[in-house]
């Protein structure tokens, strides 16, 4: 029987959209994807402190978002009643709250709306861009949100090597062309050292072996989905954190090396993006004394 591949090998690390369907019923997932089965509460417990402690940090919203905001909510307590016999936890007694907070509070996903804007002058993507108008992002991967609040997506992925080239025309062309009803997902992959899930801005610290070794660097999982508002027309992006220590894959065969050998092939810019100099020479010294 053929070994499972590790995530990176099944996916690579060549910017694409790589967009897959998705049946309504596994919208929002209730399972962790490494079968962590108390990553759930965990995390929503985590939630709950960051959105109590620092608020303006993790969630932010233009005025005028509130009805799509109101959208979600409705849909995330469908899905998790339909899907998942939920019972739903209180929520802050607090009249001022955005529903796109509220809804948030629900569910281990971070909630990001997308808003369309007419160009002036239209563009090889469409005649809209694609702003970030409101947002609950309690587990950033080394990106802070107010940054990136009120701006386009070729703004927001401007960080991003070969973006402009490569995705931004395909990637506002799909959005403005998205049909209401249909979800679409696909997953990302980074390392990390540490498990911490707010993480706004990547550590510096070089990893050693030991690191690897004591599960102290980390493979981040991110389980994204897109979908268009019925009512509204606003884009809803979702993204679902996993986290899980590298030594997991130290017997599938060939899975750091692998690893490594992919590192190697990034360009240079690719790498100083991912953190790849950060992890490389760590995963290599732990295959040579593997």
């Not at 590790?6 to 690390?13: T, V």
Request: net charge negative; charged share 25%; with cysteine.
């Amino acid at each position: 029987m053929k070994a499972e591949q590790a995530p990176w090998q099944k996916l690579g690390f060549k910017l694409k959209l790589g967009l897959r369907a998705r049946d309504e019923a596994d919208w929002l997932p209730h399972d962790d994807l490494f079968d962590d089965h108390s990553a759930r509460d965990s995390q929503l417990a985590y939630k709950a402190q960051l959105l109590g402690d620092r608020h303006d940090e993790v969630f932010a919203a233009l005025p005028g978002s509130e009805p799509a905001g109101r959208e979600v909510l409705a849909m995330v307590r469908t899905h998790l009643q339909q899907f998942h016999d939920a019972s739903l936890p209180d929520l802050p007694a607090d009249a001022d709250l955005h529903p796109l907070d509220a809804a948030a509070r629900l569910v281990p996903e971070d909630l990001l709306l997308l808003e369309p804007r007419r160009r002036a002058n239209g563009g090889t993507g469409g005649d809209f861009d694609w702003y970030l108008v409101a947002a609950s992002l309690c587990f950033p991967a080394h990106w802070v949100l107010a940054e990136k609040m009120n701006k386009p997506l070729a703004a927001i992925h401007a960080p991003v090597p070969d973006y402009r080239e490569r995705l931004e025309t395909p990637m506002d062309r799909f959005f403005t062309n998205m049909k209401i009803g249909p979800i679409s997902s696909r997953m990302n992959w980074s390392l990390q050292l540490g498990d911490e899930l707010f993480s706004p801005h990547r550590s510096t610290r070089k990893a050693a072996m030991g690191d690897l070794a004591n599960e102290d660097m980390c493979l981040r999982m991110e389980n994204q989905t897109l979908r268009k508002l019925p009512e509204t027309g606003l884009v809803l992006f979702t993204i679902r954190t996993h986290m899980v220590p590298m030594i997991r894959w130290q017997s599938t065969p060939g899975a750091i090396a692998a690893l490594v050998d992919m590192l190697d092939q990034m360009s240079e810019a690719a790498r100083n993006y991912k953190g790849a100099h950060l992890y490389r020479d760590a995963l290599q010294q732990f295959l040579i004394n593997s």
